[in-house]
């Protein structure tokens, strides 16, 4: 069984910045991508970045730009630094990963971001 625990979240003015971090703890043999979603109040949990082992990258067009996800495999971290934030990002985010045969969840971490 694999853990993950996020943190960073909080409050925060349009415009500001914030860093979002995720550690998995367990059962870990091998992990695979690694992630961030979020979801938003009435909508439904949404890709925001992905990272694979390798560095490779892949981001949603609405955060392209301000937001930037990393990962440090010996520790088997994954980050998303989040600049220029808007209110339209405020929504629990929540990390993910994935292994060969299983994905996993964070708990989330609320992001709130004030006009």
């Known amino acids: 069984q694999v853990q993950l625990v996020e943190s960073g979240g909080g409050l925060v003015q349009a415009g500001g910045s914030l860093r979002l971090s995720c550690a998995a703890s367990?059962?870990?043999?091998?992990?695979?991508?690694m992630g961030w979603y979020r979801q938003a109040p009435g909508k439904q949990r949404e890709l925001v970045a992905l990272?694979?082992?390798?560095?490779?990258?892949n981001y949603a067009d609405s955060v392209k730009g301000r937001f930037t996800i990393s990962r440090d495999n010996a520790k088997n971290t994954v980050h998303l630094q989040i600049y220029s934030l808007k209110p339209e990002d405020t929504a629990v985010y929540y990390c993910n990963a994935q292994t060969s045969m299983y994905s996993y969840w964070g708990q989330g971490t609320q992001v709130t971001v004030s006009s």
């Open positions: 990272i694979t082992p390798g560095g490779t990258t």
């Open positions: 367990g059962r870990i043999v091998s992990m695979n991508t």
